[in-house]
């Protein structure tokens, strides 16, 4: 590619004949019978950011684009196309995809790229802006048609790497890189939505369950253990009477207790 790339640009900048060269003669003629006059319209400037691909008679004048600066032109027979290289930005509009699993979602991104060869991008494409902004929407079609939902949501750093790859060697021919591409968002029906909520409010729900019904469990075991040391130690039961009577007295309510000798109620018990 890169030897076909200067090849064309080798013929672009050749000879242009015996009438070419009549007609720069006559254009240094004019030149310089008009002169100073003449070089209002034959010294261009372009700014830092820019570049001038520079025809002569129809022929990509060798030696590249020129710029930042000043730069001649021979009046009559040269023209010139500025191009920006600073980095430009698309919105691709929302794409209606449907995925590897037959769900239809609205999927948008945004695209970053520049110009990397001024000559390239304008004898190679007619607009290398539009065709880079429809050629990427078709990409995004194209690369999320291939995967779940589920990958959609879940894994968009890897799919906007995987359509810069694309992008970039597509828009290579074209003097373009692009730089980035981001998933801005991805829009699904509201039947799928609700249903995506539904399933997520019954896993929280399940799993809600299953954690209560673990607590249970362990209180449970706990109060076993309890109650088999206290049964052990009947001191410990009146420690643990006491302990409850603190424990209601400093809440300073109206609720009267009458302390009954854990005595009294053993022998009972033991009747």
Known sequence: ME???????????GDNGCCGCIMLFLSICILVLFFPFSLICSIKIVQEYERA??????????????GPGLFFLFPCVDTFKSVDLRTFSYDIPPQEILTKDSVTVAVDAVIYARIFDATTSIINVENAHESTK????TTLRNILGTKNLNELLTDRESISHSMQGTLDDATDPWGIKVERVEMKD????VQMQRAMAAEAESSREAKAKVIAAEGEMKASRALKEAADILSDSPSALQLRYL????????EKNSTIIFPIPIDFI??????
């Open 3 to 13: 030897v076909a790339g200067n090849t064309d640009k080798a013929e672009a900048g």
């Open 134 to 137: 429809l050629l990427a929407a």
């Open 186 to 189: 991805v829009r699904l029906p």
């Open 53 to 66: 691909v520079i025809f002569r008679l129809g022929r990509v004048v060798s030696g590249g684009a020129k």
């Open 266 to 271: 053993s022998s009972f018990s033991r009747k």
């Open 243 to 250: 302990q409850t009577l603190n424990s209601i007295a400093a």
